[in-house]
Structure formats: C-alpha cells, structure tokens
C-alpha cells in the first residue's frame, strides 16, 4: 500500500464504454490504462472526473476497480476516485477498493444539500476508519457542489488517520499558498488545474494530477522533471506549448475532449456516456489542429 507522498504526474484515464450504453469496454480500457503507464506517471488514479466515475452503474465501477488493479497493481500506484452523495455509500465503495488491492483512495464529498464544515470532517472521518487505505482529499468544487477551504482540508489531514494528501483543483493558486501557509509546508499537496500547473510546481506542488498523458504522453512528466532540475526557462517554454491543449481539454469537458482526441490518435475509447455529446464540427476540427500543432 502507498502510504508515502507520490511526487510528479498522477495520470487519469478515461472509462471507454461500449455502445448501445452496455457497458465498459474492457479492451479499450486496458489499452487506455497500457498508454498512461507508458507516459511515465508516478501514479494512475482511476474513476476521477475525466473517469466518469459519476455515471458508472455500481457494477461497472467495481469492474473498473478490478481492471484497474490487474493492469496497473505493481507498476505504479493505483488511485481509487471516490465521490458519493452518502456516507455509506462512500465507505462501502471504500471497503471495496481495499478488498480489490488498490493502493490509495481519492475522495471528493458530492453535495445536494449544502454541507457544513463538520459534516463534511465527519464524511471523511467514517471513511477512514472503514478502511486502512491513506486518502487523498479532492477539493473541486466546479464538479461536486463542495467548496472546502484550505483551512478545513488541513485540519482533516492534521486530525483523521489516514487522511494525508490534498488535491486542489478550484483554479485559485493562493489556496495552495495557504495550505503551505496553514501546515508550514509539512502537507503534500497537488495541482488539479491544468492551466495553474507551473505556477503549482514553481510553489511547491508535489505533484500534478491531470488527464493531459492521453494525449501528451510523457510530455507533463517532461515539465516536472525540468522544474525538479531548477530548469525554469525550459518548463516555461514546454508549458506555453502545451497550455493551449491544456485549456481546450478542460473547457470542452475531460470526458469529452480526452475521448476525441484519443480516437484522433488511433485509440478507440468510445463516447461520453449521455447526456454528454461526443465532440464534432468545428470544436473536434480545432481540437485535431491543436494535436497537430503540438
């Protein structure tokens, strides 16, 4: 189990779907997850938002966890995403992970009614003790209705066994100053924006959690690496050349846009599943001009 930091890029696939809405396609999620590992991630985490992990039948998803650890168990650790509107839920598919061989869970707290900072603690609190695999608290509010201050996020890995990353994906840089600020640097945490990524890494970022490999294979690996050297000039001149790509995949929906451009590169992935649209006209043209530019 992965009970460590993970430093440099965790990679996010998509989940392909059969047509006629049947289900995973197992061939081509094994070849999405084959491509990742070749990229050279520190970690791959599975059933993310670019996973459509919020459309998947409970049976699909344990099937992805299960595919998952069989194609990358032992190469790098694997990342469970995690994102329930209960707690039970959420613990159950927490058990699950574990019982499978994951090696960490990634957990975002999904919202109808608006949660209190207590509730939200306590949330996260039952899903530790239900299962002794380290957590990795998710903070997207865009995509879960949760907003969680760099306060509270750090106050729940100071104060839960177990809880011990902090993934920030809100965009706004001055909140991972703050949980440097907060835990005096003493907390690991990673950049969910692409567009933020050298700002995230030139700040201390540990890592970078971004579905970009699909399409830019070990070029997000290339960025760190120039970073970790102190070789500022190159990471500046790669992450201009790649942040057009970057913001187009983000703003046309991960699911979307990783799909399209994947199937452009010859890997038939599949289609969002509805009520996503799969990418046409002039967004899928501008899309293989970007791929061809870089």
């Not at 707690?87 to 957990?107: C, S, Y």
């Not at 567009?195 to 540990?206: F, M, Q, S, T």
């Not at 970078?208 to 290339?222: I, K, Q, R, V």
């Not at 991960?254 to 799969?278: F, I, M, S």
Request: charged share 20%; net charge negative; proline share 6%.
């Amino acid at each position: 189990m992965q009970h460590t930091p993970i430093h440099g890029i965790i990679a996010y696939p998509v989940t392909p779907f059969l047509a006629d809405d049947a289900g995973i396609d197992e061939t081509a999620f094994r070849q999405v997850l084959s491509a990742l590992l070749s990229t050279d991630p520190a970690a791959i985490a599975i059933l993310g938002s670019a996973g459509e992990s919020a459309y998947l039948r409970e049976e699909e998803w344990q099937r992805a966890v299960e595919m998952g650890v069989k194609v990358v168990g032992g190469e790098v650790p694997l990342i469970v995403g995690i994102g329930e509107l209960t707690t039970a839920a959420a613990v159950a598919k927490a058990r699950f992970a574990e019982r499978a061989g994951a090696d960490r869970l990634m957990v975002i707290p999904v919202s109808y009614w608006k949660l209190t900072d207590a509730e939200i603690f306590a949330h996260f609190e039952a899903i530790a003790a239900a299962t002794s695999l380290p957590i990795m608290v998710y903070n997207n509010p865009a995509t879960s209705g949760v907003d969680m201050s760099p306060a509270l996020l750090v106050r729940m890995v100071q104060e839960i066994a177990g809880v011990d990353l902090i993934k920030e994906s809100s965009g706004d840089i001055h909140r991972m100053h703050a949980i440097h600020e907060l835990s005096d640097g003493t907390i690991p945490f990673y950049n969910g924006a692409n567009h933020l990524a050298l700002e995230a890494l030139a700040a201390g970022a540990h890592g970078w959690c971004t579905a970009a490999p699909n399409l830019l294979g070990s070029a997000p690996a290339e960025l760190i690496a120039h970073v970790d050297a102190g070789e500022l000039e190159q990471a500046r001149t790669l992450f201009y050349k790649l942040l057009p790509l970057l913001r187009f995949i983000v703003h046309g929906g991960l699911p979307t846009t990783v799909k399209a451009g994947l199937r452009l590169q010859g890997l038939e992935a599949g289609d969002p599943r509805r009520p996503l649209q799969p990418l046409t006209g002039e967004r899928l043209e501008e899309l293989r001009r970007l791929l061809a530019a870089y």
